[in-house]
């Protein structure tokens, strides 16, 4: 078992930052990767961005490249996103999962992951 413990959520304006963390806990070696989805009211559940525990190679969806960055600490077993210029429709519920596969084919789906975090909300306002 994995425990995600998401954090850092909250309400900022148009163009701000926020920097969400998400540490994990229990058999984390078990893990290859970790992810972040969010999940609007009414939508599904939509991949952000997602870093392999090892070499950090990283992987963003298109409506955030450039604007949010996916870090981890190895040491802490945490990963961050920090998420800039920050705009209304990344108004969402912010979730970190946990994935055992190595395929990175794996990582953009919710499908992919085996464990996931309560979540936190995160409003951005106009």
């Known amino acids: 078992q994995v425990q995600l413990v998401e954090s850092g959520g909250g309400l900022v304006q148009a163009g701000g930052s926020l920097r969400l963390s998400c540490a994990a806990s229990g058999r984390t070696f078990s893990s290859s990767a970790m992810g972040w989805f969010r999940q609007a009211p009414g939508k599904e559940r939509e991949f952000v961005a997602a870093i392999k525990w090892s070499g950090g190679n990283t992987y963003y969806a298109d409506s955030v490249k450039g604007r949010f960055t996916i870090s981890r600490d190895n040491a802490k077993n945490t990963v961050y996103l920090q998420m800039n210029s920050l705009k209304p429709e990344d108004t969402a519920v912010y979730y970190c999962?946990?994935?055992?596969?190595?395929?990175?084919?794996?990582?953009?789906?919710?499908?992919?992951?085996?464990?996931w975090g309560q979540g936190t909300q995160v409003t951005v306002s106009s």
């Open positions: 999962g946990a994935s055992r596969y190595s395929s990175v084919g794996w990582y953009r789906t919710s499908g992919g992951y085996d464990y």
